[in-house]
């Protein structure tokens, strides 16, 4: 059983920042390409960008490009998304995921592709 728990969310105001972490736990987890995926009522979810197993390749999407960064703690089996310049157009709900294979790379962005999820946290931007 995989296990992925994220932390981080809340509320902060426009132009501010937070730091979500996504720790993965489970007997049989590998750790393999580990995404982030936002979503909001009615939408599909987004992909907010992606980690590969070494941490040396990261991809993101054109909305958060330049503000998001993904970083990982491989020893710790933690990922973490900073969020900065952050915009009410990115509150939602945010959303951990961890491939299941080595064929997933950080330029696959769809989140079907995707094996284990997080049970998300609330981002919430204030204008």
């Known amino acids: 059983q995989v296990q992925l728990v994220e932390s981080g969310g809340g509320l902060v105001q426009a132009g501010g920042s937070l730091r979500l972490s996504c720790a993965a736990s489970?007997?049989?987890?590998?750790?393999?390409?580990m995404g982030w995926f936002r979503q909001v009522p009615g939408k599909e979810r987004e992909f907010v960008g992606a980690?590969?197993?070494?941490?040396?390749?990261?991809n993101y999407g054109d909305s958060v490009r330049g503000r998001f960064t993904i970083s990982s703690d491989n020893a710790k089996n933690t990922v973490y998304l900073q969020m900065n310049s952050l915009k009410p157009e990115d509150s939602a709900v945010y959303y951990c995921?961890?491939?299941?294979?080595?064929?997933?790379?950080?330029?696959?962005?769809?989140?079907?592709?995707?094996?284990?999820w997080g049970q998300g946290t609330q981002v919430t931007v204030s204008s």
């Open positions: 995921a961890a491939a299941e294979t080595a064929y997933i790379t950080v330029g696959v962005t769809t989140s079907r592709a995707y094996r284990y």
């Open positions: 980690i590969s197993r070494s941490g040396s390749s990261t």
């Open positions: 489970g007997r049989t987890f590998i750790r393999y390409t």
